[in-house]
């Protein structure tokens, strides 16, 4: 007969890693983790948090213990982007700027860039350089700072709402 340790190991372990990897994320996006597994993960988050392991600030973010609570809010936005993804993605991970997070589905590799208002020619001045044949999903703050991103690899535009809504867009004209 398997021990509780046993049998909820792997998902503690997971769940720690995904508060250690993506510091900040509300509790309904690391629940959004494990598909079909929400009150287990909601009963390893208290479990987690009783040992010590991790924290919940007054927001609403987890972080790992010994963290400061600081909220990289474009990484918590692009985490709903992946969270769309997540059922069929292999593997995912935090990046360096301008990309936030890259995430393998479907055979192939995404990354997540997220573009503030005002950042655009920064960011595709930095996005060009890299040619690493992935699929770019650009975050925006706002719709209309899509016709001033022009760089190679994008395949859509979105915007992620406070609830986590994501909205997708295409650029007129093909991109």
């Known amino acids: 007969m398997k021990t509780r340790a046993e049998i909820y190991g792997n998902e503690a372990a997971d769940l720690l890693r995904t508060v250690t990897m993506y510091p900040g994320l509300s509790e309904q996006q690391l629940l959004c983790f494990h598909p079909g597994k929400e009150d287990t993960a909601k009963a390893l988050l208290s479990h987690l948090e009783r040992q010590g392991r991790i924290f919940q600030t007054e927001s609403g973010g987890y972080f790992p213990?010994?963290?400061?609570?600081?909220?990289?809010?474009?990484?918590?936005?692009?985490?709903?982007?992946?969270?769309?993804?997540?059922?069929r993605a292999d593997y995912h991970a935090p990046a360096d700027f301008p990309v936030k997070l890259v995430f393998f589905a479907d055979g192939e590799l995404y990354e997540v860039a997220c573009v503030e208002d005002g950042q655009?020619?920064?960011v595709c001045h930095a996005l060009?350089?890299?040619?690493?044949?992935?699929?770019?999903?650009?975050?925006?703050?706002?719709p209309a700072q899509i016709a001033k991103i022009d760089c190679p690899?994008?395949?859509?535009?979105?915007?992620?709402?406070?609830?986590g809504q994501t909205h997708y867009f295409k650029k007129a004209g093909g991109t």
């Open 65 to 87: 213990a010994g963290q400061s609570a600081k909220i990289d809010r474009a990484l918590v936005r692009a985490v709903w982007v992946l969270l769309d993804f997540i059922q």
């Open 153 to 163: 690899g994008i395949s859509g535009f979105c915007t992620v709402e406070e609830n």
């Open 120 to 122: 655009e020619a920064l």
């Open 128 to 142: 060009r350089g890299n040619k690493g044949g992935s699929r770019r999903i650009i975050l925006v703050d706002t």
